[in-house]
């Protein structure tokens, strides 16, 4: 066997040890990535909410941002039967479950099975969570609720 020569040997040391030092300050430079939550209530028979009937179904809402920062809160619903003028909010509560703020869609002035919309925020929130509403006529179906920390 041949044995390969002390300078070969020491440049291929350099070299994986800056590879090691350049791994490791890539590593520790990382910022932490995009932060999302996503989650769905479900419902069913709630009987009216002001007049109108509310069969099974189910809202899904989401928040982007990262760490107090929030992008916006979006939702989107699924029913067996229409849901109308609806609309959906987001609600902040600070860590102590106190409300402090309130966000809320255009209302859509039609009956559907399926919608979805959106709310920009575009803002630095206290920590302690944020909750998405699916209202009908201005009376609640139910919500999904996010921790901000």
Known sequence: MVKPPA???RCLAQTLAAF????????????PAQASAWGCSYYGNLGPIKGLPIYNGSYCAGVDGSGTWVDGVYGNFSS??????????AEFFDGAGRWYQTYTSGTHWTC???GSD????????QRG????????NGGRITSVCHNIK
């Open 129 to 136: 969570r944020v909750c998405s509403t699916l209202n009908t």
């Open 7 to 9: 300078r070969l040997l």
């Open 112 to 114: 559907e099975r399926v």
């Open 80 to 89: 067996a039967g229409n849901v109308c003028n609806w609309n959906i909010t």
């Open 20 to 31: 090691a030092l350049g791994v490791a300050a890539t590593t520790a430079a990382v910022t």
């Open 118 to 125: 959106s709310i920009y925020i575009g803002e630095r929130k």
